[in-house]
């Protein structure tokens, strides 16, 4: 469940051109490998397993497959597995971080840029809800990018992949105590790690597949009507949100910028609004400032209707290329 709200922070007034422009070889650069095509197949594959929702069996039966893809491209993976009491009682949730390298040791240095998404889906009792776009657009993608990054170690060796469990609430919408389980641990997980290995930005992924493709990415952090949802550490250093906001104004130009190079600003704005999502629990409980690349415009959400026929290849590839090319002028290098 998402929902957005009128922003409760200074607006944003980015427009292209803001940043200053960055030294970039665009003929070494990964992002034109991004094949919509091949996304596409890995958004088939979790839809055939039907619905996925936290605690099912067919949801491991997703996180082997995807387990399975990572390792192919030679990123190992670890599941960060926890449990938490819901409203449907006791549910062990298992996120999978992935980080490129030959073995384990891959994970012995930190990070410069997360790249994540979420591949629950919602639990509904009422009809079979398969998520091809909500959960399943955002996690086939994201396997896609794994590939195309694996073909430059340089690059992917300062990436941190994850794929968020839970980030569905039981009930009828996310609250400070149902939903975002996934992000939420792993961000309290994260203030464990020394703040140099932290990764510096975040992208989240969700809702990327809508054939009338319309980002308005998610840049704001809410009031403090949603602070509970930082669980933070109280022995851990408090998070600067004023700084964060910061660096998010800074993301969105980046992000418009690289929108703009691709010729593709028509299907890429930044929202004026917060929506509540994975990247809330990374920007205020972690510290680690996190943008949500998300079509929220898309009738299908939460019904039925969000089948394989919604999801479109050429706006994974729009979205994985916006999202590399961002990734790699603008957030390795700053």
Not at 17 to 29: I, K, L, Q, T
Not at 72 to 85: A, I, L, P, Y
Not at 246 to 251: F, S
Request: aromatic share 8%; glycine share 8%; with cysteine.
């Amino acid at each position: 469940m998402k929902f957005s709200a009128p922003a409760l922070v200074l607006p944003l007034f980015c427009v292209i051109g803001c940043s200053e422009p960055v030294p970039f070889d665009s003929s070494n650069a990964v992002f034109s490998k991004v094949s919509g095509e091949r996304a596409f197949k890995h958004v088939k594959e979790l839809v055939g397993i039907g619905p996925r929702p936290a605690g099912s069996e067919a949801l491991e039966r997703s996180r082997i497959y995807l387990e399975d893809q990572l390792n192919s491209f030679g990123w190992q993976v670890k599941r960060q597995t926890f449990e938490e009491d819901t409203s449907i009682g006791k549910v062990e949730f298992g996120n999978l971080i992935a980080r490129f390298g030959a073995d384990q040791t891959a994970f012995s240095k930190g990070a410069k840029v997360l790249i994540a998404s979420h591949f629950d889906t919602k639990r509904f009792s009422g009809f079979e809800f398969v998520g091809a776009n909500d959960g399943g657009s955002s996690t086939g993608l994201l396997v896609e990018l794994a590939r195309v990054l694996s073909e430059k170690p340089e690059l992917a060796s300062q990436i941190e992949l994850v794929l968020f469990d839970g980030e569905e609430a039981f009930g009828s919408r996310i609250t400070a105590k149902d939903g975002l389980y996934g992000s939420r641990h792993y961000a309290k997980q994260m203030l464990l790690v020394p703040e140099k290995q932290r990764p510096s930005f975040g992208v989240l992924l969700d809702m990327v597949g809508d054939q009338d493709l319309k980002i308005r990415a998610a840049v704001q952090i809410p009031g403090q009507s949603l602070r509970d949802l930082k669980n933070q550490d109280e022995s851990a250093d408090p998070v600067d949100h004023e700084e964060i906001n910061e660096r998010l104004r800074e993301m969105s130009r980046w992000l418009l910028d690289s929108a703009a190079e691709l010729k593709h600003r028509s299907e890429i704005g930044i929202s004026p609004n917060y929506i509540v999502d994975d990247h809330i629990p990374l920007n205020i409980a972690a510290g680690i400032p996190t943008i949500d690349l998300i079509d929220f415009d898309f009738p299908y959400w939460h019904t039925p209707g969000d089948t394989l026929e919604k999801v479109s290849a050429d706006s994974l590839e729009i979205t994985g290329k916006v999202t590399l090319h961002l990734v790699e002028k603008f957030l390795i290098r700053n």
